[in-house]
């Protein structure tokens, strides 16, 4: 076989060939669009329609949730990590089954959060740990 492999010319490569079930519910994972988004949410929907006017008073009116789940500036941005993870975490609610979260819950956690740095933080690692655990 490696002849003939190599009689066609082509090489061997070492390397491994797995499949990652972990990330399946990552913002990185949703902004990749390896998934068709839920029906409910598509990802031309605007963070402030989709979570109401609290968001729309933080947030630019016209930011998609595709863009929120691809933003890179939630370093050290609070309220970037809230909305990239809330959205994420929204997702999830509706094309995951067991997920932790339900939709309404994702939506009130996040308005529950916009009152503080703090309380964006700490709401955007609980949507984190969530995301990450799921799959």
Not at 39 to 45: A, D, E, L, Y
Not at 91 to 111: D, E, M, Q
């Amino acid at each position: 076989m490696k002849a003939a492999v190599e009689a066609a010319g082509e090489k061997r490569r070492p390397g491994f060939l797995y499949t990652r079930n972990r990330g399946r519910c990552t913002p990185q994972f949703w902004s990749s669009r390896s998934e068709p988004w839920p029906r409910m949410v598509p990802q031309t929907s605007t963070v402030s329609k989709v979570f109401g006017s609290r968001a729309y008073e933080r947030y630019r009116y016209d930011l998609t949730l595709l863009e929120a789940t691809s933003r890179n500036d939630d370093g050290e941005n609070a309220f970037a990590r809230l909305l990239k993870e809330s959205s994420a975490a929204l997702l999830n609610s509706y094309a995951r089954k067991g997920f932790p979260f339900s939709a309404w819950k994702v939506k009130t956690l996040l308005i529950q959060a916009l009152v503080s740095k703090e309380a964006a933080a700490i709401q955007a690692q609980r949507f984190s740990e969530a995301n990450e655990a799921c799959n």
